[in-house]
C-alpha cells in the first residue's frame, strides 16, 4: 500500500489495474474477526510446514496480522483511488460487489463487507482518544500484545522497545480517520451515516493532540556534547559536524514507552515524512515542516544526511549506549539503512 501510494500517479487504472489489484489483495486478506489488515502471508512449502507443527495436514497459507499500520494504510488507498480518481468513482459499485476468493475464512463476503469491518475497527480503536478529556498516553495505539514489531521498522530494536510507534499515531491514524470520513461522504458505509462527522472530529484531534507526546527538545550546548560523545565513542570516522548545532535540537522520538524505561525512545527519525506525505494539517508558522526539514538536511550525527541519501535514524541524541547499540551502523533499522534521495 505504501508503494501505491508512492506509485499511483503511474499505476493503471480500472478493471483488471494495478491499483485495483493492489486494494484487492488487501481486502481479500482482512481478519475478519477483528478487521486487522495481513501485513505478510505465508504460502507454498513453508505453510505446508507450519501447518503440520500444528498437527494440520494442509497446503493453506497463513496470514500474519501483527502489524498495526497495516490498518491505517488501508483507507487512505481506498479514498485515493475511488473518492480522488475519476475512473476509481465510476469502479465503486463493480469492485465492493466481488466476492472474497483468496482466504476461506473470508468466503461469502464482499470486498464491501471487508471494508466496512476493517473500518469499523479503526473507528472503535481510535474513539477514546477523541474523547472529551481522553488525550492520554494510555488511549494512543499500542502494539499488539506480545508484540515487539508493528509498523515498518520490523525488526527487535526498531523501535527502542517502544510500544507505542510515532508514524501510527501522529500521521496514519488521522489520516486514516480524514479517509473513512471522506468514503462516507462517497456513500461508502452507509450503515454508519454519521461517521463523516464523525471521524472528521476524531481525525482533527489526532492531529492536534498526539505530536506532543513524542517531542524532544535538546539544548545547543548539550546537543553538541552528546554528538561530540556519540561520534567519539561510536569510532565513525567522520567529523561530528557539531558546526552545524546552531540552536537547540527538536524532533519527535521514534516511540513511547522504550526498553531501560525510556518514557520516550529518543531517536531522531524520518517517520515525520509520514505526517507530510499523508495530511495537511495545520502547522503554524511552518514549525513542524521547518523541523522535519532541519533535521533530514543537516548531515550526520547532526542530522539525518549523508552523501548516499537519509539514514532512517539517528540516536546521537539519545545520551544513553543503549541507543547507539541498538541503532548501530549495521542494523536493518539503524544508521545503516538509507531513504532513497530524489
Not at 27 to 33: A, G, Q, S
Not at 131 to 141: D, E, S, V
Request: charged share 15%; with cysteine; net charge negative.
Amino acid at each position: 500500500m505504501i508503494a501505491y501510494l508512492l506509485l499511483e500517479p503511474v499505476l493503471s487504472t480500472g478493471e483488471d489495474s494495478a491499483t485495483e489489484a493492489v486494494i484487492s489483495a488487501v481486502l481479500e486478506r482482512i481478519n475478519r474477526t477483528d478487521g486487522s489488515v495481513c501485513h505478510e502471508e505465508t504460502i507454498g512449502d513453508y505453510a505446508t510446514y507450519l501447518n503440520q507443527q500444528n498437527n494440520i495436514t494442509s497446503t493453506a497459507p497463513q496470514y500474519d496480522y501483527k502489524m498495526i499500520d497495516t490498518d491505517f494504510f488501508l483507507p487512505v488507498v481506498m479514498k485515493t483511488y475511488f473518492v480522488d480518481n475519476p475512473i476509481g468513482k465510476t469502479r465503486i459499485a463493480s469492485f465492493f460487489s466481488t466476492k472474497a476468493t483468496i482466504d476461506p475464512a473470508n468466503a461469502n463476503l464482499t470486498y464491501a463487507d471487508l471494508a466496512l469491518i476493517s473500518a469499523e475497527k479503526i473507528m472503535a480503536s481510535t474513539a477514546a482518544f477523541a474523547q472529551p478529556g481522553g488525550q492520554t498516553k494510555a488511549n494512543l495505539i499500542h502494539l499488539k500484545e506480545g508484540q515487539i514489531v508493528g509498523q515498518w521498522r520490523d525488526s527487535t530494536y526498531g523501535l527502542g522497545g517502544g510500544r507505542i510507534p510515532y508514524d501510527v499515531n501522529t500521521a496514519l491514524v488521522p489520516a486514516a480517520l480524514r479517509s473513512i470520513a471522506a468514503l462516507s461522504a462517497a456513500g461508502f458505509f452507509p450503515s454508519h451515516p454519521s461517521w463523516n462527522s464523525t471521524a472528521t472530529a476524531y481525525a482533527q484531534i489526532w492531529e492536534d493532540s498526539t505530536l506532543d507526546f513524542f517531542a524532544v527538545t535538546v539544548p545547543q550546548s548539550e546537543a553538541r556534547e552528546l554528538v561530540e560523545s556519540y561520534t567519539k565513542t561510536n569510532g565513525l570516522g567522520f567529523p561530528s559536524n557539531v558546526d552545524q548545532i546552531t540552536s537547540d535540537i527538536v524532533y519527535h522520538g521514534v516511540a513511547l514507552d522504550g526498553n531501560n524505561g525510556q518514557s520516550v525512545v529518543k531517536v531522531m527519525n524520518t517517520d515525520d515524512c509520514f505526517r507530510t506525505f499523508l495530511l495537511d494539517a495545520e502547522d503554524p508558522e511552518g514549525a513542524f515542516i521547518n523541523q522535519t526539514a532541519n533535521n533530514l538536511l543537516k548531515p550526520f550525527p547532526v542530522g539525518l544526511s549523508t552523501s548516499v541519501g537519509a539514514v532512517v535514524a539517528n540516536p546521537a541524541f539519545g545520551g544513553e549506549a543503549v541507543y547507539a547499540a541498538n541503532f548501530s551502523t549495521n542494523a536493518y533499522h539503524g544508521v545503516s539503512w538509507f531513504c532513497g534521495s530524489s
